[in-house]
C-alpha cells in the first residue's frame, strides 16, 4: 500500500513565525503535492513537485515556498505565518503526470492554527 | 476556466439505499476522474479511478462510470451502511492539474 505521511496532525504557530510542513511518500513516486482546503472553497493547490528539485507554482502560491531535496520528501515553507494561513493541508502524492495510472494518494492533513 | 462542480451537496438516506452521486466537468480533456472520500478532519482516500478512455470501474458496492463527452462522472453505492457517511470528492486530472469538486456529504442513517 502507497503511504503518504505528513509530520504533523495538528500545530499551532504564531503571526510572523516560519513554519515547515513535511510530507514523506514510499512509494517512489515522481510527481508531489500540496493543497490547502478550506471550508466553502474546497481544495486548492499550493505547488506541486515533478522531480526532486523541480517545482510548480500552483492556483495559491503566495505566501508559500516549497523544497523537494529527496524523490521522497516535499517541504512546504511558511516564510512568515499570517492567520489567513490558518487551515487544512494535504500533501498527495502520484506515480506520474499525464498518466494512465497517475492516481493521487494523500497524507492524513496537518490542521494549522496560526494565532 | 476548469471547474469541477458536485450534485447533491449534501444527501441523507436511510441504511440500505442505493444512491447516486454525480460530479460535472467544464472541459471534457481529462486524463483520468478520481473519486475520493474523505472523513471528517481526516485526509482524502482514494476509492476508484475512471481513465478516460474507459465507461466504468468497481469495487466492491462502489460503481463509477465515466461520460467524458458530456462531462460527467456518478459515482453509486450500492446498499448504503452508516459507515459511508463521508464526503465524497470527485477530481479530474487533466495532466499538471487536478480540479477537485466541493464534494457530496452523505449521511446514512441507521
Known amino acids: 500500500d502507497v503511504k503518504v505521511t505528513q509530520s504533523s496532525r495538528y500545530l499551532v504557530k504564531r503571526t510572523g513565525e516560519k513554519v515547515f510542513l513535511e510530507c514523506v511518500q514510499d512509494m517512489d513516486h515522481e510527481n508531489m503535492f500540496w493543497y490547502r482546503q478550506d471550508p466553502g472553497l474546497g481544495l486548492r493547490l499550493i505547488y506541486f513537485s515533478y522531480d526532486v528539485k523541480m517545482k510548480e507554482k500552483g492556483d495559491i502560491p503566495e505566501g508559500y515556498s516549497v523544497s523537494r531535496e529527496k524523490k521522497e520528501r516535499f517541504s512546504l515553507i511558511l516564510e512568515s505565518a499570517s492567520t489567513n494561513q490558518t487551515s487544512m493541508y494535504l500533501c498527495?502524492?502520484?506515480?506520474?503526470?499525464?498518466?494512465?495510472?497517475?492516481?493521487?494518494?494523500f497524507g492524513p492533513g496537518t490542521r494549522l492554527t496560526v494565532t | 476556466k476548469q471547474e469541477v462542480t458536485q450534485i447533491p451537496a449534501a444527501l441523507s438516506v436511510p441504511e440500505g439505499e442505493n444512491l447516486v452521486l454525480n460530479c460535472s466537468f467544464t472541459d471534457s480533456a481529462i486524463y483520468n476522474l478520481q473519486w475520493f472520500r474523505q472523513d471528517p478532519g481526516k485526509g482524502l482516500t482514494s476509492l476508484l479511478l475512471i481513465q478516460s478512455s474507459q465507461r466504468e470501474q468497481t469495487s466492491g458496492r462502489l460503481n463509477a462510470s465515466l461520460d467524458k463527452s458530456s462531462g460527467r462522472s456518478t459515482l453509486y453505492i450500492a446498499a448504503s451502511q452508516p459507515g459511508d457517511s463521508a464526503t465524497y470528492l470527485c477530481a479530474a486530472d487533466y495532466g499538471q492539474n487536478f480540479v477537485f469538486g466541493p464534494g457530496t456529504r452523505l449521511s446514512v442513517l441507521p
Open positions: 498527495a502524492s502520484s506515480l506520474y503526470l499525464q498518466g494512465r495510472d497517475n492516481e493521487q494518494y
